[in-house]
């Protein structure tokens, strides 16, 4: 007789009551491979329950693997041979997942064990992050983001749920964001639009495209640390072009153009990450002009082209690409929620159909559950409010932050550019006679969590230098961080940093 | 003075209407740079509103590029150079696209057009459709699916639209498929599991792995037709082990093995796509002996893992991995819905880290938001409902397209073997005295979609195969479509195909 306890407290339904007792016996090893179990019937009536319910539960033990049914012959539980055990139960791995790793991928391990040790640094209590470019989650528009999920999956919840349609990703949010970024003064439609999984998986997808053995592509020095170890990934090299306080130098990229072929210029013309710089005008036809010479396609990330609270900055390069050789990528992860990690191409539309072949064959799709939720959210205005709400907070923020600095900072320690909107400033930190400063510790010493400037750089050595960021703190927050940076300063000038 | 005409009836908040306006008026030429606008206090007096409305629009405006604002002196319209027309325009496109990609991308474009082109056949009124591999719409369980996505964003919004914390994917999910897979006799823990966008990205990913150029990986032959592309744009080569009765000739991957060493071996045990074969027990003790002797990892792509619903299949061939070498692939998209694009790996620990790597640098992470959804789902009991009704409606499904195409199909035309579950019935038709017929034309014609088998096979030109998938028509439709199908062959044999 098979001995089951159902529980009529368990919010379980009966049948799964049965399945999991039934495994629980045969992986405790009270039933064996053989044994026999009670007829469908048989149970049935011992429990007091309808007959299918028990057959329903025999049917899934039976694919699962844990019982053989036959036509006319008893239950049994079926052999199930040498289970492994759980991982790190003892075995020998057979694999060194080192040697059998590409040596590119190899490479990618090794940022990333990088990345992760550099997040083990203690701080001391109530830290102020100044390292984060993640949204502030206090300013997260919450109710408005479910209503919108909401909506979007009763309007079109079977559509969603399937395999997309299309491979560039829901077509209402790529016409919403075409229309957005015209008021940017970059003049595209829809089907020049191509979704990504967040702005990261755009640089990854257009890599993609042009990583050929041999090839190079042009940086800024410094530049986002992440399109670091991707470029190393993709087997490409680097050309590092120096960030001066009109961006890339021009001068260096030219001298380069004439001696070689770059796969792609990588450039982020607004408040550039890490340094915060934001070209002008000339600059921005000057770069252009530069690529249209030489045919080589711009990567132009607007990774914050909203965020232009101080109304100073001007149009995107793309304003202006006659040519169509301006790819360029946006993202919501900075103004929005980066959870739901949605990021474009704004690029020719023949490369957005090369786009999405390279899509087809490593992703098929990207969902469009969050998508549609997105559109829905712009459709309903709460975009626009949000993004105006960013602006009013931000522009007091940085305000605060830059005054705070001045005032708190001796201009003999560290020197800074003001930036013209965005989340980040890039202070040098000046040396100190005598000695090197561990800034980063010291200041985690302090309570101040900032990125220190050395992964932001491909190869060369920088001076000292600090990226605060913003995003995540208030006011407060801020006058409290740059207070205690302030103090390590003082303490790093007066001789006293342990 | 400026002329803005505001609209009670328009849904949209008065400062966009004033942005429109404005917008509207400097596109169109009406406005040009330079020309004043009237100041906040004045405009708010002209159109009765609050000056703080006007302001706004101001500053949006200012921030959009269209306007500069100085303190104490008029608004004026800001000059915006040379803006590019939309895509099209008739400007020359610098950028040779084909030649700028690199000739890996060049492949998966030509595969991707190729694609595309096969889905342009004309059929009859009312095709049968058995070439979708999607999952039948009219089985979503849409409604808990939504109350599911409704508890996820109430329990974790905040958390789950900021960047996610963790690299492999919303932990509870994994702990919800880490307890699934050990009831598929699989002995994973959550840290063993890295959740994907989808299958497909899993197979991308763990190729990115291990792709270095000149190496080779194993593939069944014929296989899924996505991952021929994908090893294309990696760079591997494939050695193709053609697929028997009980799976790929394991003779002629040992003797492969003993001359070469592959990347990895990739299988399909259960109702193999495309040829519905299901391997026995001793075939999977033996291929993963022969991988163990060898150290060749195993990637086991169990995409129909639950469609197990005539209870004659084994357990996967991870379950008897005990020395870690099987990455394990699964997906929701054969179950439950392609659009949340779900899939995970089972893998050895330090695979997933190394996984882990290339996902921050090539995406950052996927969007938390469809997986907490699938996690409510799953905890609400809702999945094991759902691959229960599952279970009976395509049990019954495949036993009906069995039973008809044995009693439609004359055995001189046609021979099939009789899958052990899931959704995929491959054909060979006989050939036809004298004549090559177009099986897939002739079909269109008479209103029935089917996939030729061509495109899963990597090199080889193989017999006059069709691959036949149930997953979106019911018990009448396959009658209809069956039937559709021997009159085809009928014709075919008759001498009549035009």
Known sequence: ??????????????????IDGVRRKIESGVLRAGDKLPSTRRLAEDLSLHRSTVALSYQELWALGYLDLRPRSSPRVRERVRIAGANGGGDEALIDWGRASA?????????????????????????????????????FPLESFRRAMSRALLKNGASLLGYPSDRAGFPPLRETLARRLRSHGISVTAPEIFLTNGAQQALDMVLRLVAAPGRAVAIESP?????????????????????????????????????KKLALVYTMPNFQNPTGVTTSQAHRERLLGLCETHRIPILEDGFEEEMKYFGRVVLPIKSMDRHRLVIYCGTLSKVLFPGVRIG??????????????IRLFSELATSAVPQAAVHEFFESGAYDRHVSRMHRVFRKRMQTALRTLSQELDPEWAEWREPKG????????????GRAVDWEGLLAGLGVKVSPGRPFFFSRTPASHLRLSISTVNEDEIVEGVGRLAEAAR????????
């Open 344 to 357: 474009w191409i704004a690029a020719d539309r023949e490369c957005v159909e090369r786009l999405k072949a």
């Open 491 to 498: 303490r790093a000038h007066a001789g006293r940093t342990s």
């Open 1 to 18: 007789m098979l001995l089951l306890e159902l529980d009529d407290r368990d919010p379980k339904p009966v049948y799964r009551q049965i």
């Open 422 to 433: 965005g989340y980040l400033i890039w202070i040098r930190m000046k040396p100190v006679p």
């Open 223 to 259: 530049t986002y640390r992440q399109i670091i170890p991707l470029i190393r990934l993709h087997g490409l090299k680097a050309l590092e072009v120096p960030v001066r306080d009109d961006g890339m130098d021009l001068s260096v990229l030219a001298a380069a153009l004439r001696s």
């Open 103 to 139: 040596p590119a991928a190899g490479l990618a391990y090794q940022a990333y064990l990088q990345a992760e040790r550099e997040t083990d640094l203690s701080y001391g209590s109530s830290p102020v992050d100044f390292r984060s470019l993640d949204m502030d989650r206090r300013l």
